[in-house]
């Protein structure tokens, strides 16, 4: 089994979306160092355990002209509106909103991997993150809780599809802050698998680019493979990436094959650039979440791998480093 990722040719793209399926990842290389970029990229999403995909939004499209997914308050006529701007440290409540053109909370949305609308909270350092679920009150008001550890800036970002006829997956984003004295830490070191509650997750595959690439994750516990992985959101495993210097937003799900030890995306990262994989899985009834720093693009033999000093767990629902 092949840990590492190998980074071929410097291929920029301003736009693209990531695609899904389900294959075995390939290549090999040397551990490298991953640079810090500024680029712009988009999202996009797949389907289901065993069954095609259901676009989660429709992001599947090869490319699209509008802006990266994440980067935009607005956008499509809607607009992300947090009415909770500052909290913590430590637990607290998150209330916001999305709103239509008319500044009208929208209440209909389509349900996609069980849920109405995703929510992702990540620090500006990628050193911390959280996806979770949000309850909508009747007035189209969302609410949850949430655990930010330490001081520093921190982007929320919603994923959903409204009802309306014709609408496609949007994905908003919008500053959030933790008061207080900070100090970014260093982006975590590239290295092949991470550890997580006993669970090893191991990261292999090619990725350029502009270019479809398959990515890899073998999840293993006490040396065995773990063959029994139960779905969490609709599929065997979640995938968000996040690009580090403007927190693009990719958003990926498996849309064929068994309940493990592979779980496996296929991937085209729109530029070069140093992202941050959070790969969730559920075994047990646990969800777990594992954290990756990988770097595309660069001069050939460049590599990207995994980061095992990061990733953690928590349950399905509540705060916890890097989880739910």
Do not use: C
Request: no cysteine; glycine share 16%.
């Amino acid at each position: 089994m092949n840990t590492g990722l190998r980074i071929t040719a410097f291929a920029a793209a301003l736009t693209a979306a990531f695609g899904t399926a389900y294959g075995v990842g390939k290549g090999v290389g040397p551990t490298g160092t991953p640079e810090r970029a500024e680029h712009s990229g988009h999202s996009a999403r797949g389907g289901t355990p065993g069954g095609g995909g259901d676009g989660h939004g429709g992001h599947q499209e090869a490319a699209q002209a509008s802006a990266p997914g994440g980067l935009q308050v607005s956008d499509a006529g809607y607009t992300l509106s947090l009415d909770t701007r500052q909290v913590g440290p430590g637990p607290a409540e998150l209330r916001f909103s999305v709103k239509d053109r008319d500044g009208r909370n929208v209440t209909a949305y389509r349900t996609e991997h069980g849920k109405e609308l995703h929510f992702i909270v990540a620090s500006r350092d990628l050193t911390v993150y959280r996806h979770l679920h949000p309850v909508r009150a009747a007035d189209g008001t969302w609410s949850t809780p949430v655990d930010l550890p330490a001081a520093g800036g921190y982007k929320a970002f919603a994923d959903f599809t409204p009802a309306a006829a014709g609408a496609k997956g949007i994905t908003l984003g919008a500053d959030l802050s933790v008061p207080g004295p900070y100090a970014p830490a260093p982006m975590p070191p590239a290295t092949g698998t991470a550890e997580v509650e006993g669970y090893r997750v191991a990261l292999g595959g090619t990725l350029d680019p502009g270019k479809a690439g398959e990515l890899r994750l073998t999840v293993s516990k006490d040396g065995k493979p773990v063959t029994d992985l139960e779905p969490y959101l609709g599929a065997y495993g979640h995938l968000v990436a996040l690009r580090d210097g403007d927190l693009a937003y990719l958003h990926v799900h498996p849309n064929q094959g068994g309940p493990g030890p592979d779980v496996s995306f296929t991937a085209t990262p729109p530029s070069p650039g140093t992202y941050r994989l959070f790969l969730d899985f559920q075994h047990e009834g646990k969800v777990r979440t594992a954290a990756f720093t990988v770097r595309a693009g660069g001069s050939p033999g460049a590599t990207a791998t995994a980061d095992p000093g990061t990733a953690s767990s928590a349950p399905a629902g509540e705060p916890g480093g890097h989880a739910h």
